[in-house]
């Protein structure tokens, strides 16, 4: 849905909203930060490119009416233009969505709040495979897992992935071959990540791998033939400038059913159009017996 904004956006405008993309891996700038540079390079435009500056204004306008005019709020027409019916159901929408009531399409939360609310409606979940581990050959020295890797107790950046993962004794090696679905404007982009990590136990009961290093931090997965499943620890192994913002508790991942995950990411998709929904909480109650209605 942000093709048609994209498509009036020039270089200038692009920064705006490169300012409001998800932050690099291993970075977390807090929330005044990204609204310093937001509000500052909006000011820029307005006092050294005016012309930029009004596109700008067109393109933010543009995406709160493509926002709003999906779920009732009676938006239109989808022009770029804000007008009174436009700043109305700004107010409603900030309102309902707890950011400060503006009416403003260019105030920064309601510009973000937007970004992120039409990115979430136009990812539609995709269906995931499901959870599978293979122990037969244990004894012969070959096992495989796979299915989509959650975090407990948290979000997954990237929920939609899904992940096979091959034990060889032979080669003292796991292969891993991940697929990750990312969002991309309206659309999606597919990833595929291939890791090798070597085994640091292998005995009766377990797998256990090496650490494997990514940057900032270091993985060990683990499976277990008992209990037919896999897990893994992330861990936080340095404190340069590159790593600043990361979260230094160790994460506990497992390696769940994707069909389930794909429930729950239906779910909240749901629960989201709920939420920016329009509805009518009280309706006109109806009349009565013909034989009460007063004369």
């Known amino acids: 849905m942000l093709g048609p904004s994209m498509a009036m956006a020039t270089t200038p405008?692009?920064?705006?909203?490169?300012?409001?993309?998800?932050?690099?891996?291993?970075?977390?700038?807090s929330a005044g930060d990204e609204k310093a540079a937001f509000l500052s390079e909006l000011e820029s435009l307005r006092k050294n490119k005016p012309a930029e500056f009004e596109k700008g204004r067109r393109v933010f306008t543009l995406m709160a009416e493509l926002?709003?005019?999906?779920?009732?709020y009676g938006v239109g027409p989808f022009d770029g233009i804000a007008d009174e019916k436009l700043t109305e159901a700004l107010r409603t929408y900030e309102k309902s969505r707890r950011i400060p009531v503006t009416g403003n399409p260019l105030s920064f939360e309601t510009v973000e709040t937007i970004r992120k609310d039409l990115e979430t409606l136009d990812q539609k979940p995709t269906s995931l495979p499901r959870r599978f581990v293979y122990t037969d050959q244990w004894a012969a020295g070959?096992?495989?897992a796979s299915g989509t890797w959650v975090i407990a107790g948290e979000e997954?950046?990237?929920?939609?992935?899904?992940?096979?993962?091959?034990?060889?004794?032979?080669?003292?090696?796991?292969?891993?071959?991940?697929?990750?679905?990312?969002?991309?404007?309206g659309?999606?982009?597919?990833?595929?990540?291939?890791?090798?990590?070597?085994?640091e136990r292998w005995d009766?009961?377990?797998?256990?791998?090496?650490?494997?290093?990514?940057?900032c931090t270091r993985y060990v997965k683990r499976i277990s033939r008992l209990q037919k499943t896999a897990s893994g620890i992330r861990s936080t192994t340095k404190a340069d400038a590159g790593c600043k913002?990361?979260?230094?508790?160790e994460k506990y991942l497992k390696l769940a059913d994707g069909f389930e995950v794909y429930l729950g990411l239906q779910e909240a998709h749901n629960k989201k159009w709920q939420e920016l929904t329009l509805i009518q909480t009280e309706l006109p109650s109806p009349p009565g017996?013909?034989?009460n209605r007063k004369r």
């Not at 705006?16 to 998800?22: G, P, Y």
């Not at 926002?67 to 009732?72: A, V």
């Open 13 to 29: 405008v692009f920064i705006l909203l490169a300012l409001l993309a998800q932050p690099a891996a291993g970075q977390v700038p």
């Open 67 to 72: 926002l709003l005019g999906r779920p009732g």
């Open 142 to 144: 070959y096992v495989s």
């Open 156 to 185: 997954q950046s990237f929920p939609q992935q899904t992940s096979k993962f091959d034990c060889d004794r032979r080669n003292g090696t796991c292969t891993e071959v991940t697929a990750i679905l990312t969002s991309d404007g």
């Open 187 to 199: 659309g999606g982009r597919l990833s595929i990540d291939t890791d090798t990590y070597e085994i």
């Open 204 to 215: 009766e009961q377990e797998i256990v791998t090496k650490p494997l290093q990514f940057g």
């Open 245 to 249: 913002g990361m979260d230094l508790d």
């Open 289 to 291: 017996p013909s034989g």
